[in-house]
């Protein structure tokens, strides 16, 4: 059950006349009252003799009474919802739930004789609204703060006793979802997009690109979006705000959102602490392309999950959204619509109430930023590589955060593995075929030496990878990395320690992405860009960030 308290009001006749009304599309359907204050409320919808005009009258009296000590906004108004596969609910049981519901958040306490007035209306089989007037018998108002989590904490007891649907609960770090009022204004535009959500692509791509924060602001100035900046006397940055060019209210003035209310962390400081130089350690500057470095530094990311605190964890869950939000800019055109929508899903995933610490993901970070000031790989095979270290890590994402009661940010982790799979499939499609096909044309010595490496490096997985039909690509691997110089056995060990194969749909398939990874054996046809650092490559050609909204309608 979900329950909804919208910003109180001040004219309780106006929410009663769209509570008994027809709805805004017809769907109201034998409106009434299922309970009130004191069972005696006039009906409406069931009393012929009973007016909206009365009711309105009996819960307003004691607002009436109190005069100008009312505060304006004193209309409490929650609607409680079901979920669409829960059992339809009888009347009886819809008034005991908001009963509890009055009760738990303090507008009308059990016993309390002086509790606010209040109505439960019915118009539909799947939900209830309550409406509720904020004074009390003794003319004080309620002491109703943090109604809503109240009132949640409770919904949690009901689905468990009446046996409904026990919904995923939030732990208030998701994106504000957007308003009524602006999904209504974007189908009136013909958009599938509320502004709040497009910009919302937009600040996270420029984020996820950008080096430094003058780099982030023009990056979404060359989306055509608006940018306020404001700064503090010192002249440093203090925050914020994005418009869509054409977004208007009804003074023909822009339609500003600020950071915070995009995402939680899409606020100024946020976006500042994870904002890096493009600089790289020694370790970086060995000529190796920014697209291997980026499947390298995935590829580890399970192990920090793993085994590092949970600041470090959720540090690199939030660069792996980054490195979801870029890839559809240079990915092929026949994958990015998976791939944004793997982006626009995991963007759930990448926040929890765990504060990370980011100066420890930074060489991921770099490495994704680099990948867009290099070409993009002509390679299928590197690719694909990065493809399946991205898959593996949204898994190894999901179970960071199912062990931690993140059940929202594992459901959409959940739904982004989905989305990469298809993406990967796609991709590596050609590229184990001619791995199979060089597999099939080994000689039959060399073929059954690399049969006999399987067996002595990992004798309790050999039978479930020699019965796969990625086995041929996978002996075709370790010829390759053999003919290179490496030590089949050495590498299956070591691409096999500390990274579990259980979830894997082929084993064969992501040892042989593996060991690519891990002998070098990816054939970079690409040099770096002469791009420079201040307008990376993927943004230069067309308006990206714009492309990618455009992919997920």
């Known amino acids: 059950m979900i329950a909804k308290i919208g910003k109180p009001g001040h004219k309780t006749r106006g929410v009663l006349n769209y509570l008994f009304g027809p709805g805004r599309a017809n769907e109201h359907t034998d409106p009434h009252l299922v309970a009130s204050w004191d069972g005696f409320a006039p009906d409406p919808g069931r009393d012929p003799d009973a007016t909206l005009a009365q009711l309105a009258t009996a819960l307003d009296l ?6 100008h000590k009312v505060p304006k906004s004193h209309v409490w108004h929650c609607s409680i919802r079901a979920a669409p596969e829960d059992r339809h609910l009888t009347d009886d049981e819809w008034a005991t739930i908001a009963r509890r519901v009055l009760n738990a958040t303090g507008i009308a306490p059990a016993g309390d004789p002086d509790a606010c007035r209040w109505v439960a ?3 539909a089989d799947d939900h209830i609204h ?4 904020k004074v ?13 989590l109240r009132a949640d904490k409770e919904l949690v007891a009901i689905e468990k006793e009446y046996g409904l649907r026990q919904v995923p609960r939030g732990d208030r770090t998701a994106a504000k979802r957007p308003t009524r ?14 502004s709040r959500e497009r910009l919302r692509t937009i600040v996270r791509t420029a984020v996820s690109a950008a080096t430094t924060a ?23 940055v203090r925050g914020y705000k994005v418009a869509l060019a054409g977004d208007t209210n009804a003074q023909g003035d822009p339609v500003w959102f600020s950071g915070s209310t995009l995402a939680p962390d899409l606020s100024y400081p946020k976006i500042a602490a994870r904002l890096t130089t493009t600089g790289t350690t020694p370790a970086e500057r060995a000529d190796t392309p920014a697209w291997r470095r980026l499947s390298i530094a995935i590829a580890q990311t399970p192990d920090h999950l793993t085994h590092d605190k949970d600041e470090v964890g959720q540090a690199h869950i939030t660069v792996l959204a980054e490195a979801l939000d870029v890839l559809p800019l240079v990915a092929p055109a026949d994958l990015r619509h998976q791939l944004v929508q793997a982006a626009t899903v995991f963007e759930r995933a990448s926040r929890s109430r765990i504060r990370a610490r980011h100066q420890q993901s930074q060489t991921t970070r770099r490495a994704v930023k680099a990948i867009l000031r290099e070409p993009a790989p002509k390679d299928g095979v590197l690719l694909a590589t990065v493809l399946d270290a991205l898959l593996l890590t949204v898994i190894a994402a999901q179970h960071w955060h199912r062990t931690r009661n993140h059940t929202q940010q594992a459901d959409a982790a959940r739904q982004a593995a989905g989305h990469l799979r298809a993406a990967y499939q796609a991709q590596a499609a050609e590229p184990l075929a001619v791995l199979r096909q060089q597999g099939t044309r080994l000689a039959e010595s060399l073929r059954r030496r690399q049969e006999f490496t399987l067996r002595r490096a990992l004798p309790e997985l050999a039978e479930q990878i020699l019965a796969e039909p990625g086995w041929p690509a996978l002996a075709a691997t370790l010829a390759r990395a053999e003919a290179a110089g490496h030590k089949p056995a050495a590498l299956l060990t070591e691409a096999t320690a500390r990274r579990e194969t259980d979830t894997a749909t082929s084993v064969s398939e992501v040892l042989t992405w593996r ?9 970079v046809t690409t040099t770096s860009s002469s791009a420079p650092a201040s307008q990376p490559a993927a943004y230069r050609p067309t308006n990206a960030a714009t492309s990618q909204q455009r992919h997920t309608r």
């Open 62 to 67: 004691r607002v009436k009474q109190a005069g």
């Open 181 to 194: 009022a602006e999904q209504e204004k974007a189908r009136r535009k013909g958009t599938a997009r509320t």
């Open 130 to 133: 309550i409406v509720a007037t």
């Open 136 to 148: 009390r018998g003794d003319l004080r108002p309620p002491r109703n703060w943090n109604d809503f």
């Open 121 to 123: 209306v019915r118009h």
């Open 515 to 523: 060991l690519h990874r891990l002998a070098d054996l990816t054939a």
């Open 214 to 236: 003058e780099e982030f602001f023009r990056i979404i100035e060359g989306t055509g979006a608006l940018v306020d900046v404001q700064y503090f006397p010192s002249g440093d």
